[in-house]
């Protein structure tokens, strides 16, 4: 089977969206002749006193940041996500809207403007990490807030808009479309089995350690089966946990260490600051009994071939289904030799 699944087209299913995609591994001796992108070479400083985002500096709104020395959290002074107090919806049976409300949050991860994750210390992440503790323990106390979402876009390629090391948090009163696919297959799964889907999952995948790049004694970062993205990769926690604050508090410092090893060996692979957009989906905040929910941070880059080749989704992953050339086997054999 796994020669069958190295060299002939095939699809995977993925068992949270409960979607699938095709895999073309024969399709990565094809030559390439199409775009590639400008690969930046120069090093950020420090400081950028034009940057709206270090510390001490000016805002797009006037406001001043403060002279902060780790994580500063602010509100997203252009949020996607407002908290008007009018609710509309419109009552055609074919065209439909609906007011949506929340709160938008920045989180710089550090003052220095010329890091990223992957430079920083394990202990600097673990303080973003308490972060996202808070903010998704105090925004999902707040009745209005049924979802918190945790992201991140790196790099320019992303449609990241500052360079300044941060994430965005954006918090809304309904379950974004994601989160409802996963909410759905996750509990079916658990009223079945008495069991977390992922944690499942996982005890297989740890066995097999065909697709597994780090683990430690209490997270395991790896390829899924059912990747989408060339390089794509999850971390999850061993332990059924239905979101962040669950983890224990001695824990934390080994989730940092999951996200620095990460980082640090995509920079290795095409020897740049790898892009990508990271998040973590976790339990919704809507006061149910969510214990079918187990939390996972996923990474998505778009290098396929080297530091200036993307992976574009189009013509068929936009009109039928998510295709991929590199097997995930492929890739997670990749990204271990570098560790």
């Given at each position: 089977?796994?020669?069958?699944?190295?060299?002939?087209?095939?699809?995977?299913?993925?068992?949270?969206?409960?979607?699938?995609?095709?895999v073309s591994p024969h399709r990565t001796k094809r030559p390439w002749q199409g775009q590639e992108e400008e690969l930046?070479?120069?090093?950020?400083?420090?400081?950028?006193?034009?940057?709206?985002l270090c510390a001490g500096n000016k805002r797009a709104n006037g406001e001043v940041n403060p002279n902060y020395e780790?994580?500063?959290?602010?509100?997203?002074?252009?949020?996607?996500?407002?908290?008007?107090?009018?609710?509309?919806?419109?009552?055609?049976k074919l065209i439909k809207?609906?007011?949506?409300?929340?709160?938008?949050?920045?989180?710089c991860f550090s003052p220095d403007h010329s890091k990223s994750l992957a430079q920083m210390s394990i202990r600097e992440i673990e303080k973003v990490i308490n972060a996202w503790q808070r903010e998704y323990k105090n925004l999902g106390k707040k009745d209005s807030i049924n979802y918190v979402?945790?992201?991140?876009?790196?790099?320019?390629?992303?449609?990241?808009?500052?360079?300044h090391p941060h994430g965005q948090i954006?918090?809304?009163?309904?379950?974004?479309?994601?989160?409802?696919?996963?909410d759905r297959s996750q509990f079916n799964y658990f009223s079945e089995e008495s069991s977390s889907l992922l944690e499942d999952y996982l005890k297989q995948e740890i066995k097999l350690k065909k697709r597994i790049i780090f683990e430690n004694e209490a997270f395991v970062v790896l390829i899924p089966f059912w990747a989408i993205w060339p390089y794509e990769t999850m971390i999850i926690p061993k332990a059924h946990q239905t979101d962040i604050c669950k983890i224990p508090v001695a824990e934390t410092v080994l989730f940092a260490e999951a996200i620095s090893v990460i980082t640090k060996v995509y920079d290795k692979l095409f020897n740049?600051?790898?892009?990508?957009?990271?998040?973590?989906?976790?339990?919704?905040?809507?006061k149910a009994n969510n214990e079918h929910w187990h939390w996972h941070m996923s990474f998505y880059p778009p290098l396929l071939r080297s530091a200036t080749v993307k992976k574009f989704m189009v013509g068929y992953e936009m009109f039928a289904s998510p295709q991929r050339d590199i097997t995930a086997e492929a890739a997670a054999e990749s990204l271990r030799y570098l560790l």
């Open positions: 089977m796994e020669d069958y699944l190295q060299n002939a087209s095939h699809k995977r299913f993925n068992i949270l969206t409960e979607e699938w995609v095709l930046s070479t120069s090093k950020r400083p420090s400081y950028d006193p034009n940057c709206y780790d994580v500063f959290i602010f509100k997203n002074d252009f949020a996607a996500l407002t908290h008007g107090k009018e609710n509309y919806k419109t009552d055609h809207a609906e007011t949506e409300t929340g709160i938008c949050k920045v989180v979402q945790i992201f991140e876009n790196k790099g320019e390629v992303m449609g990241c808009s500052n360079p954006w918090s809304q009163s309904s379950l974004p479309n994601e989160v409802l696919k996963k740049c600051s790898f892009p990508y957009s990271s998040g973590i989906h976790q339990s919704p905040t809507d």
